[in-house]
């Protein structure tokens, strides 16, 4: 948590009402979100309780598990939502736009890819072991489930993995999407709680930020967020339910027990779906514009959704259990990339997020004093131009790789670094960027009195590391790895 953030909770809880962080958007909102809300039964590893989901508020589906111990119903479960998955999934995988032209002809793309929001993080995991959970059963055999659930299955494992990138919006934790933009007065803990979190950024009129969060700790009043129940749930509603359900001598009892299982799992889920909803809206509100590279992160979900739907349609396996060595280092490496490029563009989209990075140094802003525009080096245009601030930096002559928000594609070079008491005066030469000619091309050199802001985010490309290729992987790291196909065991294993 960086000191900023910090200062922003402290004021939040001093003011009882949480704080903005940012001043424009830094998530993609679909214009038709899939909401996810999901209940599992306690003790047992993820086994699927209940579901509400949908992309209306409006007109949520309910689909239950009356005993989440038995396959069978396990297995009519997966069937339902995988029904569903494919309703909002497939007709996205079908319609493409071409984007560009490469050395094989035109390349289509995804004109739109899929965004599933759950409550928390504890979603996106549920979402990780059901995707698990389904990919690898078997559409023939013994233990056959209908071919739908493994398909599902493999759409939810490369969603739960491209929640892993920074900046990817197709899998969103509600909560993680709030807390980026608001403060709280409540720990990092607490802000997994949707209800709270919203209780401190949108409070009930005549209630304070912080009364609202506390009326939301009574899990009685309001059901908690899931997956998990409460306990007070389980042990005074849902086991005698279960009971009766297990115990019914007829069809009919049968019936009734069902009903009434599912009358008490809807009460637990229409306040968390209506939240969720609640959500999306606070984000999708005209005060908080899409930042400038919003649009760019959605694109590369697109390629990858784009990528994942070719992938699914024409391979007969499923995603591994474990990553081989090859693919594990790679995705380290797209992993952290995407980590440097998120960090960079939030930064340059949007002034709070910069102020973060001018406190610890990584950033400065100052008014220019002086500028030589037409400076030349040889037959290269280098201008000068000298930059005085108050921020605490921590740069040197010869450090490179400075940049604007506002021009991306010129790099500068520090000069010198002058410190006069609290003022700093940091003279810098400006390279690329600036066009062709024998002089700058307007606006792309400060003038003096212009207020700039330079910092060292790189979010350009950076070469991948070498790496053998899959087929050519050695057998000290498991020889090269074959499509994973699942076995008789993956099929006969719990679902959870």
Known sequence: MSLLTSLARAHASDQAVAQRLTTVRHLHVSSEPLVFVPLAMAGEAHAPLAVMIGTSPDTPELLTVAQPRNRDQQVAFAYELAKIFAAYITPRTNRRLPVRAGASGVQYRCADAPQVWVPNRAGVEFIRILGRSTRLRRSTGEWAVPRNIPVMGKWLTFLADRAEYAGSAML??????????WATGQSTEEDQHLPAVLGWIAPPPGMTGRDAARACENPLKVPPAGPATDPSFDNGILEPLLAAYHQAASPAASRIAEDKIRKELRKQLDGTWHRMWQAITLLRDPSLPAGAHVGVRWERDLDAFTQAADWIATSPGAQPKRDSAVYAARRLYWLE?????????????DPMVMAEARMIGEAFVGTVIAAVPNRRVGRSLRPLITVST???ISLAAG?????????????TKVVSVTRDGDTVMVE?????GMGSGREPRPGTVPAVGDSVCYSLFKD????APTLPRKEDTPWTHGGPPKPYLPTEQDAQEPWS
């Open 399 to 411: 450090e490179s790789g400075l940049r604007r928000p506002e021009l991306l594609d010129q790099k």
């Open 428 to 432: 810098l030469e400006l390279r690329e």
């Open 390 to 392: 108050t921020d605490a």
């Open 172 to 181: 969103v934790a509600a909560t993680d999407a709030l807390t980026l933009h």
């Open 460 to 463: 350009d490309y950076r070469r």
């Open 337 to 349: 990339r995407a980590q440097q490029q998120y960090d960079a563009e939030r930064a340059f989209d």
